[in-house]
């Protein structure tokens, strides 16, 4: 044997032994981590949130071990919110409107038609300015780690076809508690009404509300088609969820964990992406199955409610958010230069 064959030889053995014992030397205690989220456990969230599970149970050799906590079972976004503040939760995921009572700028992704498609926001929320405002949570008592989606959100209602901003008149609509989407909604001519999601489908069931505006995916997992006969694509507002930790917590995990935390956080994020994204085109399918009557506005509609929402621009720019939005402007121009 040659001299650079058992070199070579002596090496690998080196590194079979060694790998085992790098991995091992990992700090990383047995944890149990609480994950709580909204919708049902069948959903592209149910999903993802499983994905994260098996991610961080293979990347910390079964020690950091997520349970699931779906059906808003924690409670509503707000409360888990609350509930990571105080260290009584370690995660959850939840939408980014709900987070303005505690980051004011993040209500800068509920303005309507931001985006065009799903490339643009990717790159908005995952590029300097998204990151920026999830550094933002630090202070605040909350760790963002990354942002997955909830995606376009569409109309849907018990009481009509929606072709025209005039069918919207009188619509009780139920909305997020968010007053970004109270006055638009209110502009359109429909009656918002600020409720949390885990109150809806019984909102919906009773005739508490009339309608409600969801992603698709979102509409076929909480089973609104057994309540709504309507569904209008209006791709009104591109809604991004967030995955938080609880800071108190976090700032107890060691160096290994949070890395092992945020590798997996992202590996779940694209995970979730392009689930939501083939779930959207099987969804619609489905949901006419089901017998919703689905409609898409048309170009001019559209544009009639661009235009009857400028204000809103308007005022969160008087409300200070003149130069968050401008740099908001900014980097979605970026993506669109050719």
Same mark, same amino acid.
């Given at each position: 044997?040659?001299?650079?064959?058992?070199?070579?030889?002596?090496?690998?053995?080196?590194?079979?032994?060694?790998? @085992?014992?790098?991995?091992?030397?990992?700090?990383?205690? *047995?944890?149990?981590?609480?994950?709580?989220?909204?919708?049902?456990?069948?959903?592209?969230?149910?999903?993802?949130?499983?994905?994260?599970?098996?991610?961080?149970?293979?990347?910390?050799?079964?020690?950091?071990?997520?349970?699931? =906590?779906?059906?808003?079972?924690?409670?509503?976004?707000?409360?888990? +919110?609350?509930?990571?503040?105080?260290?009584?939760?370690?995660?959850?995921?939840?939408?980014?409107?709900?987070?303005?009572?505690?980051?004011?700028?993040?209500?800068?992704?509920?303005? *309507?038609?931001?985006?065009?498609?799903?490339?643009?926001?990717?790159?908005?929320?995952?590029?300097?300015?998204? +990151?920026?405002?999830?550094?933002?949570?630090?202070?605040?008592?909350?760790?963002?780690?990354?942002?997955?989606?909830?995606? =376009?959100?569409?109309?849907?209602?018990?009481?009509?076809?929606?072709?025209?901003?005039?069918?919207?008149?009188?619509?009780?609509?139920? !909305?997020? +508690?968010?007053?970004?989407?109270?006055?638009?909604?209110?502009?359109?001519?429909?009656?918002?009404?600020?409720?949390?999601?885990?109150?809806?489908?019984?909102?919906?069931?009773?005739?508490? !509300?009339?309608?409600?505006?969801? @992603?698709?995916?979102?509409?076929?997992?909480?089973k609104f088609y057994e309540v709504q006969g309507y569904m209008t694509i209006s791709k009104h507002v591109?809604?991004?969820?967030?995955?938080?930790?609880?800071?108190?917590?976090?700032?107890?995990?060691?160096?290994?964990?949070?890395?092992?935390?945020?590798?997996?956080?992202?590996?779940?994020?694209?995970?979730?992406?392009?689930?939501?994204?083939?779930?959207?085109?099987?969804?619609?399918?489905?949901?006419?199955?089901?017998?919703?009557?689905?409609?898409?506005?048309?170009?001019?509609?559209?544009?009639?409610m661009r235009e009857m929402v400028k204000p809103a621009f308007d005022k969160y720019a008087a409300d200070?958010?003149?130069?968050?939005?401008?740099?908001? +402007?900014?980097?979605?121009?970026?993506?669109?230069? @050719?």
């Amino acid at each position: 044997m040659t001299l650079f064959r058992k070199l070579l030889l002596a090496t690998g053995l080196a590194a079979a032994i060694l790998a @085992p014992v790098a991995a091992s030397a990992q700090d990383v205690k *047995p944890r149990i981590i609480r994950f709580g989220y909204g919708l049902s456990e069948a959903s592209n969230q149910g999903r993802a949130v499983k994905f994260f599970s098996e991610e961080l149970a293979k990347r910390s050799g079964g020690k950091l071990k997520l349970k699931g =906590f779906g059906d808003a079972s924690l409670g509503s976004d707000i409360q888990m +919110q609350n509930a990571l503040i105080g260290g009584a939760q370690e995660m959850m995921v939840g939408s980014t409107a709900t987070l303005v009572g505690i980051v004011k700028d993040f209500g800068v992704y509920d303005l *309507p038609f931001l985006f065009n498609d799903e490339k643009e926001a990717d790159a908005v929320l995952d590029g300097p300015f998204g +990151q920026k405002l999830i550094a933002s949570l630090n202070e605040k008592g909350l760790v963002g780690l990354v942002y997955w989606e909830n995606g =376009f959100r569409n109309l849907t209602n018990s009481k009509r076809p929606v072709t025209k901003i005039e069918d919207l008149n009188g619509i009780k609509l139920r !909305v997020m +508690q968010n007053p970004v989407y109270i006055d638009m909604f209110n502009r359109f001519g429909a009656n918002a009404v600020p409720l949390a999601f885990s109150e809806l489908f019984t909102a919906l069931e009773t005739g508490t !509300v009339d309608g409600q505006e969801n @992603p698709v995916t979102t509409i076929l997992s909480s089973k609104f088609y057994e309540v709504q006969g309507y569904m209008t694509i209006s791709k009104h507002v591109y809604s991004p969820w967030i995955v938080l930790a609880s800071k108190r917590w976090f700032d107890g995990l060691s160096a290994d964990e949070r890395k092992i935390l945020q590798e997996a956080a992202i590996a779940s994020r694209d995970f979730e992406r392009k689930d939501s994204r083939e779930a959207t085109t099987q969804s619609l399918a489905l949901l006419k199955e089901k017998g919703m009557k689905i409609n898409e506005l048309s170009t001019a509609e559209l544009g009639r409610m661009r235009e009857m929402v400028k204000p809103a621009f308007d005022k969160y720019a008087a409300d200070g958010g003149a130069d968050l939005l401008k740099g908001l +402007q900014a980097e979605i121009a970026k993506v669109r230069q @050719p």
